[in-house]
Nanobody, 128 residues
Framework: QVQLVESGGGLAQAGGSLRLSCAASERSFTIYTVAWFRQAPGKDREFVAG???????????RVADSAKGRFTISRDNAKNTVYLHMNSLKPEDTSVYYC??????????????????WGQGTQVTVSS
């Protein structure tokens, strides 16, 4: 059972930056596909970005169109942690952000049902 703990959320001004962290309880996390989702009140859960292992040392990444050019995802395997770097924040980025993980099955699914483990979420609020 992999436990995920998100941190780094908070309040930011439009145009600002935040970095979210997703720390895992197991070292096998390094071979998991990990993704960030977000869900605002009254809206569906939305895929934001994901990372999947493609080789012994390499990972692929995918970012949703709504975040492309502004958000990036990175991993620090020594810390069993995946980061979501958010720049040029907009008020519409306000949401609860969740980290999700699953054993790699090929690709980076944007369907949350493909992920087995979820964190508790961290609130991001962007003021205009």
């Amino acid at each position: 059972q992999v436990q995920l703990v998100e941190s780094g959320g908070g309040l930011a001004q439009a145009g600002g930056s935040l970095r979210l962290s997703c720390a895992a309880s197991e070292r096998s996390f390094t071979i998991y596909t990990v993704a960030w989702f977000r869900q605002a009140p009254g809206k569906d859960r939305e895929f934001v970005a994901g990372s999947s292992r493609i080789s012994w040392t390499g990972y692929s990444a995918r970012v949703a169109d709504s975040a492309k050019g502004r958000f990036t995802i990175s991993r620090d395997n020594a810390k069993n942690t995946v980061y979501l770097h958010m720049n040029s924040l907009k008020p519409e980025d306000t949401s609860v952000y969740y980290c999700a993980a699953a054993p790699s099955r090929g690709g980076i699914p944007s369907d949350g049902n493909e992920y087995d483990y979820w964190g508790q979420g961290t609130q991001v609020t962007v003021s205009s």
